[in-house]
């Protein structure tokens, strides 16, 4: 265990970007906002699963929702403490730590904000290795643990858990329809986890991925290096395109953002043109419509320059991006992860297929 | 207390189909299904409130959802006494009754089929005094008792509480968009009511009444007179028109069933035309239109020959038909009721008002 010190935040806001593929993109409103509790005073510590006793429970939680709100409305992280706290009493125990669903965007900074608030430590994990759209892609629901009891809360007074459900489908459905309800947008805590289900089945070390990566991509900047390369270097990623934005279509239904987005190629890749679709996130990405990359691996759409996550919301016309593919957890690509998290989960037709250059 | 006999089953049935105004109509299933387990030994008890201790508590149960569904799914009152049971554990008390949110259409008969299946004495009261789409549409709303925790269960293993909601409205439009996403019916129970609140805040002698008007028109039947004129009489009502349904267009939208059905009128009401709008029920009815009811008074379209009441699901061309008007509860048209059951809260621009002859 050690403290997350206040010089660490932005490296973790960077690299959370850019494992989020696009849902979310850059937590910058909750760096600021856990900057803010830093300098109120406000320590952190980022404890390693290993140190979670097997019987300790782990509050995991997320902002459930459309990236769009989470960018329109501040974040409440209270509105999380809250499901937080529902859970406690209705389960009757305390919890020992927090960690996030997710290490991709804004959720990346859940724990800090919560650890914060509530004075709990984060662990260093999470059970996605990356961010996803529907809540039963989770390592944990690969594995076949259960995601109820769930609990939601908004900044209203509404609170609700989900005491069982019939399967992690259709926590994912009910949570989904209520948070499309409340605004798009709800606090959310899953079902605790004890601290030897952590150590078995969540993706370990994601805080520190996202750190390093931070890192890298903010030392390339300082060194006047290309960002993209330190990010490829750093997650042993491949670059699939390098182009111009050119159309972006989307549709907030449902309590996801839908849509695609077209990219006409430069400099090695002028003359040909990459579409992506998304679901939150960005799904699967086609060269003159052959197959690139595809969920779960993870499809990062960066700008050129400085190595920044643009997200599906904020994806458009004009920007000059760099397009990588980053490899998934091996869990998440496993023939038991696959029906979970590859592409017929998002409604595609065809099966996964590693990115090309994955071996390279 | 008293045993509610086998034989009273079929007078709670029309009585209770009267009473629904349109919403789920006749409960017939309900009924086949309660002479069942009657037939199997199944016996329940009928209690007067003034019964009840200040402190017991009482499970108020409904089926919500749109009426269709409840015709094509036969009725599964197992997922009631689920939520019920979702409600004893999350209270960690056990219910002395059971009562239904609704004296009207398919709900009157839950407490008979729940009371049966679990052991519980039924409660002669309820909240509405009649059938009503919405959840808040209840004296205990209009009082202003919390309509929370709220469970709910479907015959999958779907379970989930509402552990707070904003207000009234929230716990209904958390609910219906969960029922809607469950299928368009789900089985719930309400917020434990004590004995003391039962007293003071349900409309009591409801089973009673129904029972009382399911009596007269079964008995004007045997004895060949007019069952119009039998309802009229038991219930202080009026007959508002009499013809024949010239069309019905109706849609499941949003868990309910919307649309307006159209009369033309026969006898004394030759060359005039009635148009009824509803939601789940009967909400307002016209004239040539000029208003005739509206809500919270109680529109009845009956069969003109037998007196059975016809739903908004069941209503078709061709049927012959009496609309009748009877009057809602004193709380329901008093200045705390009317925002929550009059007109307005069912979307129409215009003010409560009583229907003519009403004092006659």
């Given at each position: 265990?050690?403290?997350?010190?206040?010089?660490?935040?932005?490296?973790?806001?960077?690299?959370?970007?850019?494992l989020?593929?696009?849902?979310?993109?850059?937590?910058?409103?909750?760096?600021?906002?856990?900057?803010?509790?830093y300098?109120?005073?406000?320590?952190?510590?980022?404890?390693?699963?290993?140190?979670?006793?097997?019987?300790?429970?782990?509050?995991?939680?997320?902002?459930?929702?459309?990236?769009?709100v989470?960018?329109?409305?501040?974040?409440?992280?209270?509105?999380?403490?809250?499901?937080?706290?529902?859970?406690?009493?209705?389960?009757?125990?305390?919890?020992?730590a927090?960690?996030?669903?997710?290490?991709?965007?804004?959720?990346a900074?859940l724990?800090?904000?919560?650890?914060?608030?509530?004075?709990?430590?984060?662990?260093?994990?999470?059970?996605?290795?990356?961010?996803?759209?529907?809540?039963?892609?989770?390592?944990?629901?690969?594995?076949?643990?259960?995601l109820?009891?769930?609990?939601?809360?908004?900044?209203?007074?509404?609170?609700?858990i989900i005491?069982?459900?019939?399967?992690a489908?259709?926590?994912?459905?009910?949570?989904?329809?209520?948070?499309?309800?409340?605004?798009?947008?709800?606090?959310?805590?899953?079902?605790?986890?004890?601290?030897?289900?952590?150590?078995?089945?969540?993706?370990?070390?994601?805080?520190?991925?996202?750190?390093?990566?931070?890192?890298?991509?903010?030392?390339?900047?300082?060194?006047?290096?290309?960002?993209?390369?330190?990010?490829?270097?750093t997650?042993?990623?491949?670059?699939?395109?390098?182009?111009?934005?050119?159309?972006a279509?989307?549709?907030?239904?449902?309590?996801?953002?839908?849509?695609?987005?077209?990219?006409?190629?430069?400099?090695?890749?002028?003359?040909?043109?990459?579409?992506?679709?998304?679901?939150n996130?960005?799904?699967?990405?086609?060269?003159?419509?052959?197959?690139?990359?595809?969920?779960?691996?993870?499809?990062?759409?960066?700008?050129?320059?400085?190595?920044?996550?643009?997200?599906?919301?904020?994806?458009?016309?004009?920007?000059?991006?760099?397009?990588?593919?980053?490899?998934?957890?091996?869990?998440?690509?496993?023939?038991?992860?696959?029906?979970?998290?590859?592409?017929?989960?998002?409604?595609?037709?065809?099966?996964?297929?590693?990115?090309?250059?994955?071996?390279?």
């Amino acid at each position: 265990m050690r403290i997350l010190k206040a010089e660490e935040l932005p490296a973790l806001a960077d690299g959370a970007g850019i494992l989020g593929t696009g849902g979310g993109t850059h937590p910058y409103l909750e760096l600021v906002l856990a900057q803010k509790l830093y300098r109120e005073g406000a320590q952190v510590s980022l404890m390693d699963a290993s140190e979670l006793a097997d019987d300790d429970l782990v509050a995991v939680v997320s902002f459930m929702g459309a990236p769009l709100v989470s960018k329109e409305r501040l974040p409440e992280p209270e509105s999380v403490c809250e499901a937080v706290r529902g859970m406690e009493a209705y389960i009757g125990q305390k919890f020992r730590a927090v960690m996030s669903i997710e290490i991709g965007g804004e959720n990346a900074f859940l724990p800090v904000l919560v650890g914060a608030m509530m004075n709990l430590p984060m662990v260093d994990a999470d059970a996605m290795g990356r961010a996803f759209p529907e809540a039963q892609m989770t390592s944990f629901a690969i594995d076949g643990l259960d995601l109820f009891p769930f609990s939601l809360a908004d900044i209203r007074a509404n609170r609700m858990i989900i005491t069982r459900s019939a399967s992690a489908k259709w926590t994912e459905r009910i949570g989904r329809v209520v948070v499309v309800e409340l605004g798009s947008i709800a606090g959310t805590c899953k079902a605790p986890r004890t601290g030897a289900e952590i150590k078995k089945h969540a993706i370990l070390g994601s805080v520190s991925r996202a750190l390093t990566l931070g890192n890298a991509v903010r030392r390339a900047r300082g060194e006047h290096r290309d960002p993209i390369d330190a990010i490829i270097d750093t997650e042993s990623g491949v670059l699939l395109f390098r182009g111009k934005v050119d159309d972006a279509a989307r549709r907030t239904t449902g309590g996801f953002v839908r849509g695609r987005a077209s990219i006409a190629g430069l400099g090695a890749d002028t003359g040909k043109q990459m579409t992506i679709d998304f679901q939150n996130e960005f799904s699967a990405a086609f060269i003159d419509g052959k197959l690139s990359a595809c969920v779960p691996d993870l499809i990062c759409v960066l700008d050129a320059e400085n190595g920044e996550a643009l997200g599906t919301e904020t994806i458009r016309y004009g920007q000059r991006v760099a397009v990588l593919a980053l490899p998934a957890a091996p869990i998440m690509v496993s023939p038991k992860g696959l029906p979970l998290v590859g592409p017929r989960a998002f409604g595609f037709d065809f099966d996964y297929q590693p990115f090309s250059g994955k071996a390279a």
